[in-house]
């Protein structure tokens, strides 16, 4: 009863004379009582009932049953469901606080209850609730009352909300990781995107993922934990390639299909020329030969190796296993140029190498001797230089250069000169007879 207007308020029982027993885990004011007979109040207002003749004690717990909401379209309210609070004590009640979780508002057109003014003793206000969820899902709130109950300010009061946010919900595709992040050819790409809502914590659990690389498609891929998907990618050539990402939309059609692409580049792989030739020098007229021109590449990569040798303080000029190069200093540079040009990279390599001057070998048999005034010919001049090959340039006889030459008689020494040295190379004496 409120001492300020003098209303009876019904707090248990519903007035029936039949003696029965019944309403147990109900609304209170749906129970029968047989012969009640006294009330007491807890510390935290539950109300207990001697109920005589079915000899029980009732208890009508402070505890309300959660109001749950019917399912709402994301971002807009559901129907306003109503909380009345009644004050069974015999001094005002004082609220302080009336604060609805998220997800959960409050419905001003139909919340009578106050924290600018007292409930007094007896009476009884309302609190209207609407649901607003924000994203699609289940949702468990609290509207929570902060009061004076009991004389115990900041006493506290739930009532337990819940609630379904359903409705379409677009989503983002977002690539994590692309690895390595500066591939090379031959290496085996990961790449890894997630699908989520765009707006909210929440992700889709259904539908999957279709990536295109460079506009061919790859066979669809189911979401997976959190929303993530994974790709291999292995094969590709060097170069620029796109990576598309499509996600279908779940498969209740609750969250809608959304796309990205993006983008990495292959660098192509490098090589390496390994050259280690069995000799570092060699004597005039000697070909190069493989033994010397034997650079070799890493791994099974196709293609050519093409040598050259610049002379010092000269010009670069090709060169191969034939090749006979002039006595000197020489830098030699191996090449290698693969026959996949657009996935590898050239090589080169280069050795130090010295061509020596060569000791030529002149053959010279005596010559026979000729009678003084017979010029000299080609019998008697007549030495060779085999190795290396030279060509003579003058014979000598006794200082002065003699070439089909009368020589006076006597004994003459003769000399050969070659076109690559100025030092007499070899020399043979005859006799010539005496003029008469």
Sequence with gaps: MSAATGIITTVAGIGDVSHSYSGDNGPATSATLYAPKSVAVDSVGNLYIADQYNQRIRMVSVTTPPLTFSQTNVSDNSATQTFTLANIGNAPLNLSAIA???NFTTDASTTTCSTSAALAAGDSCAVGIVFSPTTIG????????????????????QVNLAGIGIGTQTTTVAFQSITPASPTYGQTESISVSVAAQSGPSVPSTGSVTFTVDGNPQPAIPLGTNGAVGLQLSGLKAGLHQVGASYGGSTDGTYLASNNVTSFTIAPAATTLSWTPAANSQAYGRAMGASVLNASVSGSVAGAISYTATPFGGQAAAITAATILPAGSYTLTGTFTPTDAADYTAATAQVNFVVSQATPIITWATPAAITSGTALSSTQLNATCPSPKLTTSSFI?????????????GIRQCAIRTQRSARNLHGQIWNSPEEN
């Design 100 to 102: 609805p979780s998220t």
């Design 138 to 157: 289940s949702f468990n709130g609290t509207l929570t009352l902060t009061d004076n109950a009991l004389n115990l300010a900041g006493s506290t009061r």
């Design 397 to 409: 006889a006794n200082g002065p250069a003699w070439s089909e030459a009368v020589l006076r008689t």
